[in-house]
């Protein structure tokens, strides 16, 4: 029942950077955790970026110092900004919420992804 929109993404050279923000059409209120992952073609997704509830936030050790992820409950969106982008920056970005029902049940939850390409 939540759905997820990505936004944003485009072509920026190394160094710029680049704001995107996710819009949910539900809640976020009660996700217990708001993400950002990206992909490569032919490579795992991985995490980016990560904040919880509480705001308490996680990076991926490539992004720390670069990349801030934030959530914004009354607008029911979180965003990450990315900044002094670099060409292995490149990837499809997705939004991901996650509502941990209980210790036995999760929801999870994508957006569409938007590419986001670092290159001169």
């Known amino acids: 029942q939540v759905q997820l929109v990505e936004s944003g993404g485009g072509l920026v050279q190394p160094g710029g950077s680049l704001r995107l923000p996710c819009a949910a059409s539900?809640?976020?209120?009660?996700?217990?955790?708001m993400a950002w992952y990206r992909q490569v073609s032919g490579k795992e997704r991985e995490l980016v970026a990560a904040?919880?509830?509480?705001?308490?936030?996680n990076y991926a050790d490539s992004v720390k110092g670069r990349f801030t992820i934030s959530r914004d409950n009354a607008k029911d969106s979180v965003y990450l900004q990315m900044n002094s982008l670099k060409p292995e920056d490149t990837a499809v970005y997705y939004c991901?919420?996650?509502?941990?029902?209980?210790?036995?049940?999760?929801?999870?939850?994508w957006g569409q992804g938007t590419q986001v390409t670092v290159s001169s």
């Open positions: 991901n919420a996650v509502f941990n029902r209980n210790e036995r049940l999760r929801y999870n939850y």
């Open positions: 904040i919880t509830s509480d705001g308490t936030t």
């Open positions: 539900g809640s976020i209120i009660s996700m217990n955790v």
